[in-house]
């Protein structure tokens, strides 16, 4: 699941590569991960559905993603945000998996979709809610600056 890493992978600015790529290569680094047969993509857009169906269609080469990892870009995964929710507990119950992922979801798009929009005031506490106490940082692993992000999503999602 989550092959397109909700959308980052496939820009420079959001990839942590530093090189935007594209939907068959980000499938076929998973098909190529042992133990992997099926690969649910989440597409963001027709476009992505098509991209990915073309994904059977495309030789070897097109779908190599290997000049990217050739490339040495660094790669860093601190401050992003794995949606593992090793961060809890959380004094204020926050889902700060969830609240995070509708942040990442809805910065991909031009207006916050109403389906994420929806699916973040369901929940049972959201950003408002967030104390600001810090408790959660340190048990991240990613380093992700949570307090941070739940200012970014009290923005995001304001009504
Ligand atoms: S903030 Fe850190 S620990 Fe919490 S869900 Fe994101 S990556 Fe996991
Ligand atoms: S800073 Fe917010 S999200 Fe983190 S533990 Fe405190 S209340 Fe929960």
């Not at 597409?43 to 080469?61: N, R």
């Not at 991909?108 to 929806?118: I, N, S, W, Y």
């Not at 992000?149 to 999602?157: P, S, T």
Request: charged share 20%; hydrophobic share 35%; net charge neutral.
């Amino acid at each position: 699941m989550k092959p397109l890493g909700a959308g980052t992978l496939l820009k420079a600015e959001t990839s942590p590569f530093g090189v935007a790529m594209t939907v068959p290569q980000c499938i076929q680094y998973c098909l190529d991960r042992n133990g992997v047969k099926v690969v649910i993509v989440g597409c963001h857009s027709p476009q992505e559905v098509l991209e990915a169906v073309k994904h059977q269609q495309l030789d070897e080469k097109e779908k190599s993603y290997a000049h990217i990892f050739a490339a040495g870009t660094a790669i860093s995964m601190t401050g992003k945000c794995m949606y593992c929710n090793h961060c809890q507990p959380c004094p204020a119950h926050l889902d700060i998996a969830a609240i995070t992922k509708f942040l990442d979801l809805a910065a991909q798009q031009e207006t916050v979709p109403d389906t994420v929009m929806e699916h973040y005031w369901s929940l049972s506490a959201t950003a408002e809610d967030c104390l600001m106490c810090g408790r959660c940082e340190p048990n991240c692993p990613f380093g992700v600056n949570i307090r941070e992000n739940m200012k970014k999503a009290r923005e995001m999602f304001k009504r």
